[in-house]
């Protein structure tokens, strides 16, 4: 175990609907990134979190979002779903050494 | 834009083999290099470089940093079928403070 909690680890749904994937960072990191990881494709990263604010954008798509609310969690959501959406998304965390992220065991999201 | 470039794609080898994976890296404001392995689900961390030549070790894996030459490699000997996974290097953008990850090698190492 990681520390680093991810739910749901498996999603089904159609196109056009939304979901929202939760995150729970470890105990005492402030930083949270998500990232998207299709069959044909690397680790793609969607964004970062530092302590509530945004820090750090990578190729998210507008129908995406998140947040990070006081508490730490984070919040991926994905809107008007297609079938490319179909992946394993993870959540990690970094602490203070340096820049280590902790994978959290992912959401594996289906498409249909 | 960041890119990070592993070879190869796949390896077979058996146990007991020697393996070298590679690393390319362009990375503006480049702080560290990771390696990360992957087996079922969640990447694990292995190691972190931050300075050219200096070899991290962990037991049978090792690596190595070359930041004139912008790669890494990572070395696994007397390898197990345990070491069967997609091995996953990132480069650390301190500039945005993120990680861009390579498209991985995938393992798998046979009886």
């Known amino acids: 175990d990681s520390g680093v909690t991810q739910t749901p680890k498996h999603l089904i749904t159609a196109t056009g609907q939304r979901v929202t994937l939760r995150c729970s960072p470890r105990s005492g990191d402030l930083s949270v990134y998500w990232y998207q990881q299709s069959l044909d494709q690397g680790l793609q990263f969607l964004i970062q979190y530092y302590n509530g604010e945004e820090r750090a954008k990578g190729n998210i798509l507008e129908r995406f979002s998140a947040q990070q609310f006081p508490d730490l969690h984070s919040e991926l959501n994905l809107s008007s779903l297609e079938l490319g959406d179909s992946a394993l998304y993870f959540c990690?965390?970094?602490?203070?050494?340096?820049?280590?992220?902790?994978f959290g065991a992912g959401s594996r999201l289906t498409v249909l | 834009e960041d890119k990070v470039v592993q070879s190869p794609l796949s390896l077979v080898v058996h146990e007991g083999d020697t393996v070298t994976l590679n690393c390319s890296y362009e990375?503006?404001?480049?702080?560290?290099l990771l390696w990360y392995k992957q087996e079922k689900k969640a990447p694990t961390f292995l190691f972190m470089l931050?300075?050219?030549?200096i070899e991290k070790k962990s037991g049978r894996l090792s690596s190595i940093l070359d930041k004139k030459e912008l790669f890494s490699i990572l070395n696994i000997t007397a390898t197990q079928t345990g070491d069967s996974a997609v091995y996953l290097c990132?480069?650390?953008?301190?500039?945005?403070?993120?990680?861009?990850f390579g498209g991985g090698t995938r393992l798998m190492v046979k009886p």
């Open positions: 990375v503006t404001n480049f702080r560290s």
């Open positions: 990132a480069g650390h953008n301190n500039a945005g403070n993120m990680l861009t």
């Open positions: 990690a965390s970094r602490g203070m050494e340096a820049n280590v992220l902790t």
């Open positions: 931050t300075s050219s030549g």
